[in-house]
């Protein structure tokens, strides 16, 4: 089973306009961490925003924002007012528990194409 | 600012031939990645090490291994590089909050 599900192969929004990337997730863990990544074409992997699972509050960062839905697993992005610098492949990980002495993995949904439009 | 550097961004090279991916950061973590990204699959993890000389392997580490000899080096090595490796090479490193922080990455072509 996907551990990570973004369902969304490709979104277009256009310039100025609000838009939700959608990521479910799969875990037994009480204790986890969910990310967003966005990478441009140039192919760098840029962290976006990061949401733990006992965050009681939605995570915010500037014109981006989570919302986290404990319940129904899942942690959709959204990317207020876009903008053309926007237009990237968006990717959403989770790290599960973590075991000491050790690094935590992440796992990561296969992205959704954003392109921001005039 | 984190700082994580690549040799290469783009390589080539025969198969057969040994191939080494090196990456640097300059932030004291403890904690580095290396990926593999291929259309439709994501990131998968190769490897990773949590400290000086220490490695464990991650998803598909077959026909890989790695070299951690200094903290901010960790190194990949395709030992004897085929034509299925060719693929974006992502190397990340980790800070105290958990976040991983990517290098731009590697785009490397076994012919």
């Known amino acids: 089973a996907q551990k990570i599900t973004q369902t969304q192969p490709g979104m277009f929004v256009q310039e100025k306009e609000a838009v939700t990337l959608d990521c479910t997730y799969d875990?037994?863990?009480?204790?986890?961490?969910l990310f967003w990544y966005k990478q441009p074409s140039s192919g760098e992997m840029i962290f976006l925003i990061y949401?733990?699972?006992?965050?009681?509050q939605n995570a915010t960062e500037g014109r981006y924002s989570l919302n986290f839905q404990k319940a129904r697993k899942s942690t959709n992005l959204v990317i207020s007012a876009s903008q053309l610098g926007d237009s990237a492949m968006y990717f959403c990980?989770?790290?599960?528990?973590?075991?000491?002495?050790?690094?935590?993995?992440?796992?990561f949904g296969t992205g959704t194409r954003l392109q921001v439009t005039l | 600012d984190v700082k994580v550097t690549q040799s290469s961004r783009y390589l080539v090279k025969r198969t057969g031939e040994k191939v080494f991916l090196e990456c640097v950061q300059d932030?004291?973590?403890?904690?580095m990645f290396w990926y593999r990204q291929d259309p439709g699959l994501g990131l998968r993890l190769i490897y990773f090490?949590?400290?000086?000389?220490?490695?464990e392997k991650g998803d598909i580490p077959e026909g890989y291994s790695v070299s951690r000899e200094k903290k901010e080096r960790f190194s990949l090595i395709l030992e004897s590089a085929s034509t299925n490796q060719t693929s974006m090479y992502l190397c990340?490193?980790?800070?105290?909050?958990?976040?991983?922080?990517f290098g731009p990455g590697t785009r490397l072509t076994v012919l």
């Open positions: 090490s949590y400290d000086v000389k220490m490695k």
């Open positions: 949401q733990g699972s006992y965050d009681e």
């Open positions: 875990t037994s863990d009480q204790s986890y961490g």
């Open positions: 990980a989770m790290r599960e528990g973590i075991v000491a002495g050790t690094a935590s993995k992440l796992t």
């Open positions: 932030m004291d973590h403890e904690n």
């Open positions: 990340a490193s980790e800070d105290l909050t958990d976040t991983q922080y």
